[in-house]
Nanobody
């Protein structure tokens, strides 16, 4: 009922920038929180940044000052602008939303397919 399509990943040199996008579609009534997570090889998935429907944001300490999360509610899309990238930012990045579909009163978690970000030194 809900699909998330992430894009924008790629290979970049240290110090470079990338912008990730994640578009949600389907039978969506409302989206509460939109979040980016990442998972590096051999490590657990970790929260990178989140944004509420009201625009309140939170960031992992490791990305504060370098990454910016934003959303376009009209397009059901969340973005992650990543600047000053470091090799340790290399991971698969996943988007997640907490949303309510039409006809339902409950909030559910939905995940995108992930997009690879590789930062070379």
């Amino acid at each position: 009922q809900v699909q998330l399509v992430a894009s924008g990943g790629g290979l970049v040199q240290a110090g470079g920038s990338l912008r990730l996008s994640c578009a949600a579609s389907g039978n969506i009534f409302s989206i509460n929180v939109m979040t980016w997570y990442r998972q590096a090889p051999g490590k657990q998935r970790e929260l990178v940044a989140g944004i509420t429907s009201g625009g309140r944001t939170n960031y992992a300490d490791s990305v504060k000052g370098r990454f910016t999360i934003s959303r376009d509610n009209a397009k059901n899309t969340v973005y992650l602008q990543m600047n000053s990238l470091k090799p340790e930012d290399t991971a698969v990045y996943y988007c997640n939303i907490v949303a309510r579909v039409r006809g339902s009163s409950s909030l559910e978690n939905y995940w995108g397919q992930g997009t690879q970000v590789t930062v070379s030194s």
